[in-house]
Structure formats: structure tokens, C-alpha cells
């Protein structure tokens, strides 16, 4: 099972809506090194990854383009706690299409011409978009494929769980 997260409704990740309003810290006790600053940031909703990830779901949303976040948001929304620096997406390739001719040169570029890599140039975070229909590692055909999110991604209730269709939990 790929975790995928359909965020539609303007919710920040790593907020501590959701969670019972349980925002955890880490001790102080010593000077923070970058790492240790990185799960801080993670965990209060403030590292440049996730604005990274808030800004550009606010364009998708914006434009009406659908997309599922997938990685390591999408398992810290089902509790795996997981440090990031960028952010992983899937849309369908003509959404992808679309969201570049409105939107590179416009704080976003392309770190690989013709590709999903993308950066977003404000914040410095990658954003890796993988196209709906291709297959994880080496794109040669396997049993899985990166599913659609405008018809696989469910959207939880009030706990912000989200799974893809035919799975349990």
C-alpha cells in the first residue's frame, strides 16, 4: 500500500489540528544541531519543507488540480513520524503539465527540464512529482503503479486519515 493523502482543505500538516492538540518538543538542554533543529521544526509544523508543502498544495487547490502527497507526509499523518526536506507528490502528467506553464519562473523551477523534479526557489525545498500510471524505482511495469489520486485518495473525517481505495485502516 502506497499512503496517500488527498489534502483538499487547507489544514496545515504538522499543525497540531488532528492530533489532539498534542504538539511534542524536544529538550533544550544543550546547544540544537541542525538535525535535532530539523525535528523541531518537523514536529511544530515550521520546517521549510513543510511551508514548502502548504504553499504548493494552496496552488494545486487554487487551480483545481488534483494530486495525493505520498513519502514521508503521508506517513507522518498515519503516526510514522519521519523527518523530511522535500516533498513528494502524484498528480496526473497533464496536471503536472499544467501546474508548470503557470508556475515556473514564478517561484518554482524545474531541476531537471521535462521532468517532475521541481524546486520550489522561495523555501529551497525539491518537490518530486511522480505521474499517475508510471511504476515506483526503475518505471519498468510491476504489479503496483502510481494510482490517480483524483479517483484512488479518500479524504478522512475528523482524524485526517487518509487511505487508498481497498485497504484496511
Known sequence: MIPLIACRSGTKLGSSQGNGGAVRSLPS????????????????????????LERLTAIL????????????????????????VGVDLVMRDEHLQE????????????????????????LGVNIDVLSTGRFPGDDKPKPIAFPDPAVTALRGSASRSYRCRGTSS
Open 61 to 84: 487547490e487554487a487551480d483545481g488540480l488534483p494530486y495525493a502527497i505520498i513519502g514521508a507526509f503521508a506517513l507522518n499523518e498515519y503516526g510514522h513520524r519521519r523527518v523530511t
Open 99 to 122: 501546474f508548470k506553464r503557470t508556475h515556473l519562473g514564478r517561484g518554482y523551477a524545474e531541476r531537471v527540464p521535462g521532468t517532475g523534479k521541481l524546486l520550489d526557489t522561495e
Open 29 to 52: 538542554a544543550r546547544p540544537v544541531s541542525l538535525p535535532h533543529r530539523a525535528l523541531r521544526e518537523v514536529l511544530h509544523g515550521t520546517g521549510r519543507a513543510q511551508l514548502a
